[in-house]
């Protein structure tokens, strides 16, 4: 009697998952996903600058981030170029080209005087390293007049004599000097044209979209009315 009751209920629980297993057969039959469409990948605006005889970097604020690298990146360079001259000087005949762009030009700009903290070391390394000046560094500091004003008299002296005397930068701290007030972009344009006559110059611009017009169509009117091509990139926060 007991064995006819436990086959019994054997059968009944044999039911019970094949009716459980048809029922979750038929959900997921019925159940819709929806459709997810994958766009990109797009990359970084500044990862081809290799390809450029020229940089142009224009950082806002934060947006002198993603330019640190590359500085990084050049300033690894100069340094396996100087260690291979010095190999190729021992060597009669042997010769060492560099790859990639020849010069670079970065321009930061920030309200903060606390910002330049961020990559002080990377802008002492720069100056102590780049002895051919192959990167030329311009940090501006927008919450302070304009050089030349009354206002900011004081400071610019105070600036100059320190860094005739230390070679450190009284506002950013470091071995690279501080420009107040903003750029003239298009005397920064006008300069880097009359310098670098027919090259291919790569603007890249990371910050806030306000300033992206003026860059764009400055580097558009040196390029039609100048022998210098400006290709402009843009990042926006």
Same mark, same amino acid.
């Given at each position: 009697?007991?064995?006819?009751?436990?086959?019994?209920? !054997?059968?009944?629980?044999? /039911?019970?998952?094949?009716?459980?297993?048809?029922?979750?057969?038929?959900?997921?039959?019925?159940?819709?996903?929806?459709?997810?469409?994958?766009?990109?990948?797009?990359?970084?605006? #500044?990862?081809?600058?290799?390809?450029?005889?020229?940089?142009? *970097? =224009?950082? *806002?604020?934060?947006?002198?981030?993603?330019? =640190?690298?590359? *500085?990084?990146?050049?300033?690894?360079?100069?340094? !396996?170029?100087?260690?291979?001259?010095?190999?190729?000087?021992?060597?009669?005949?042997?010769?060492?080209?560099?790859?990639?762009? !020849?010069?670079?030009?970065?321009?930061?700009?920030?309200?903060?005087?606390?910002?330049?903290?961020?990559?002080?070391?990377?802008?002492?390394?720069? #100056?102590?390293?780049?002895?051919?000046?192959?990167?030329?560094?311009?940090?501006?500091?927008? !919450?302070?007049?304009?050089?030349?004003?009354?206002?900011?008299? /004081?400071?610019?002296?105070?600036?100059?004599?320190?860094?005739?005397?230390?070679?450190?930068?009284?506002?950013?701290?470091?071995?690279?000097?501080?420009?107040?007030?903003?750029?003239?972009?298009?005397?920064?344009?006008?300069?880097?044209?009359?310098?670098?006559?027919?090259?291919?110059?790569?603007?890249?611009?990371?910050?806030?979209?306000?300033?992206?017009?003026?860059?764009?169509? /400055?580097?558009?009117?040196?390029?039609?009315?100048?022998?210098?091509?400006?290709?402009?990139?843009?990042?926006?926060?």
């Amino acid at each position: 009697m007991q064995a006819c009751e436990e086959e019994v209920n !054997s059968k009944k629980a044999t /039911l019970s998952r094949l009716e459980t297993t048809v029922i979750a057969e038929g959900a997921e039959e019925n159940t819709k996903f929806p459709k997810i469409f994958v766009d990109g990948p797009f990359g970084a605006p #500044a990862q081809n600058y290799k390809k450029y005889d020229i940089l142009f *970097l =224009i950082g *806002l604020g934060i947006g002198a981030t993603p330019f =640190i690298s590359i *500085l990084k990146d050049l300033l690894h360079n100069i340094k !396996s170029n100087n260690e291979q001259q010095s190999m190729n000087d021992e060597e009669a005949g042997s010769s060492f080209k560099s790859n990639g762009p !020849s010069r670079a030009y970065f321009y930061w700009v920030t309200r903060e005087q606390g910002s330049f903290e961020w990559f002080k070391g990377v802008m002492n390394e720069v #100056a102590e390293c780049d002895t051919d000046n192959a990167i030329e560094m311009h940090n501006y500091l927008t !919450s302070v007049y304009e050089e030349g004003d009354a206002r900011s008299a /004081l400071i610019a002296m105070v600036q100059s004599l320190q860094h005739a005397k230390n070679g450190v930068d009284i506002v950013s701290g470091s071995k690279i000097r501080t420009h107040f007030a903003r750029p003239n972009w298009r005397k920064v344009y006008s300069d880097m044209a009359n310098t670098h006559k027919n090259a291919r110059i790569g603007v890249f611009y990371c910050g806030s979209p306000t300033l992206t017009k003026t860059l764009r169509e /400055l580097a558009i009117e040196f390029s039609h009315t100048t022998t210098t091509r400006f290709h402009f990139h843009k990042e926006n926060f």
